[in-house]
């Protein structure tokens, strides 16, 4: 089944989805000889949201589907030449444009780290201006969601989380690939039937409180439902009063389908309000003494890892979660960081670095082309990243030397490790060279690389330990001896 | 030109941008013999976001367009077949979906408060269902934006604030859509190109970094861009030094373009790092001095109300502000909470009230079909906003005795008032009857509004005065007895 292929909803022209700046550089480019001449841009990000120790790469996938795809439409040029800004020969360029470079990207689903380029786009210089904008919105977006959900899912611990936020994401797109990024970050599925549709992702979901305000009284919905759905029976029991009507009607749905041999796959209660830890162990009591230990209690509403680290520190008797807006919109921190730079450009066949100096330190970039390693000890788990030269030769056979660029005087050297490229050809000439991934796979891989290679000290939410972003002597030379120019 | 109607983004099919729940009710119902009964669901919100006083009702267009457009295509049939939930008939009533009820709404733009309805739907029980996450994704994405940007143009008293935040917006939708609710909330552009197309808002921009950093220095950088650009010359001078090189180079650039008679329409700088208020009082003593008096003098970098308030509070000396990712995601409360409730249900003809209670009294909802009038006084000052029954008559030449619901032994009475009511019927019987808004429009409702009705306490930061919602002495009994019950 492709669905994704035939659907309108996935081959929108999103060509336009940029600032406007970089139609200005580009017709301002285009007027100059050299706007053939490659140049290099890195995507990076300067700090882990939520003060963690880590952040899951995400949107890769969406950005591979842009670049193939980007192109103007006569609609755009019309646009375009409406706005008095442009030459004619420039609008001619734009019309016939098709990106013709490379893109280097890191696995999707990699942990990622700050101030490695996660992404690079070789290209000529008006190309790679171009993509700017719609790199940096997916990876943004997608790595936010999926960072913030795999924050979540590690409170829950063990519990499924399930999206439920479509209704309050910034807009269709938001709650459709914020579904995709919470699934890799580690959610079970999610309630938005459009993200199941398009990325096959598992999606569920229960009743609304309309369902029981419809019925004359909370019972006759209940049992209404039931005969419906006596597979996924989960009552949503806080319409009206929780302990006094919503679980001792539940209960006796529970009991007249017992009574009449119905054996339920899944069933229990959901509670959407109130004081979740005290009602969820009220709920436990209840259900356990009418002889339900196997009903299921689902909770929702305002979640995050913060309030199910609380409620489940108080006791709270959860079997999994429903979360909304927290993790949708990654509430206590909207913004993920990533930023596009330049960081080479082409000079008589060489590709010369460049580097941006700023008032603030943490904005300065890491100039030159590159590759980034990730370095693991002889127990598998990654000890470090590290910057080098992209033609520079990283050979762990030997003692290496590193330097932690925030303390260089700290010398590290690394014996018996293992070093693996982060980043890897995804667009070659304009073309995608990989296969694109299904979203559970991307999903397995984070929960692996987590599960296996990561420090548990770096997944704590408190005073995560910082990953150190080393770089070769070599490439910390170059980096030195541009900032003394 | 009516670019929009031909460009394949706008003709998505959303459809199934919905929560599975709302389909797993509605085959629930189709099952039932009276799902063909008509009920009434309002739109309204909790709570204004940060702590504001009032917010600004944005979305309702994409609202209209989606209900009028709502099907179900083959694929989407085939999809939710493959989920084994839904029986054959209940398939084949979607493939035949149409919405025929209708839809009530607040003109957009309105000025609006908290448990008023904002929207109300009245159609059969699963048309009403079915467009629910959609509708509030739309208010809650566009409501948020609109009334956050509201808050940045007053901070930023009488300057132009532009929308620069797609790259950190919460994907495509969230970038387009999100500028449009911006420039209804009083922003006077964006960077973003096809929310300039779509919708006809101005869009602006300059340069990045990397047009500074592709060139072998700042100089020749501005000297190319002066060329191309005379009449847009906002130079970006904080790539290496703002006060040591950065302004210099840009004076330059403009003794050069003065030497030349080069008369620029608009010149002058932006600066998007370190510390705003300090380097733009230098900025300014120094273009001052060189004898550019009218250069303009352009910030960026993590704006808001917030920041914005205090850099001009320390003499900042800002021309203009380019607004990114704290209003695109409205970082500071990134959620608006409108929810989606049942308020009535026919039976034998009539609409009969439906209430919600709740542990938590604020979620207890106000049942029936309800008009809303807001009450002005004579200077025509918006002084409460009232709910009364749908047919009942509100008549202001009497003098009227309201109910203030959250403090009922306060008597409120009003004389010499008018009465307007902010529903009307947008969609009738699945059509719309309501023309299409200019978004120009639409902002230029919202200024009028806050510069002519609402209390000035109502638009502080600070403690901001809270509306008074009443309700008729004939609703607050309705609901009171409901209660009771």
Redesign the interface.
Known sequence: ?D?KK????C????G??????????A???F??ENAQKK?A?DVFFRRNPDQGGFSVFAGLEQIVEYIEGLHF?D??I???R??HLFTEDFLEYLRNFKFTGDVYAFREGTIMYPNEPIITVVAD?IQA?IV???I???I???S??ATKARRIVKAANGRPVSD?G?????????????ARAAFIGGANGT????A??YFDIP?????????V??YEDELTAFR??AE??PD?CILLV?????VKSGIPNAIKIFDEMKANNIQSKNFGIRID???LAY?TKVARKMLDKAGYKDAKIVISNSLDEYTITSILSQGGQVDSFGVG??MI???SE????AV???CA?ENEGKMEP???????IE?ITNPGLKEVYRIYNEDGQAIADLLAHKDEEVNMENVYRFIDPEKPWKKREFVNCTAKKLQRLVIKEGKRVIEPEKVTDIAAFVKKQLETEIWEEEQRFENPHKHYLDMTKSYYEMKMNMLDK
Do not use: C
């Open positions: 089944m669905i035939n659907n309108i909803y081959k929108r022209n999103i336009m989805m940029m600032d406007l700046y970089e139609l200005t550089m017709n301002g480019y007027k100059q140049v841009f439409s609609d755009d019309e646009y375009l409406s706005l210089l201006q700017e904008t719609e940096l919105a997916q943004n977006h997608q936010l969601i439920f479509a209704r309050r994401a910034h807009n269709n797109d938001a709650a459709i690939y914020g309630a938005t039937v459009s199941g549709q999606i569920g979901g229960t009743m609304a409180h309309s369902w305000m419809y209404k439902f419906i759905y996924n806080d319409t009206y009063d929780v309000s109130g004081d009602l807006e927290r919109t990654s509430k909207p913004v993920f960081g596009y730079k330049l450009v460049r580097i941006k100096i700023s008032e603030a904005k």
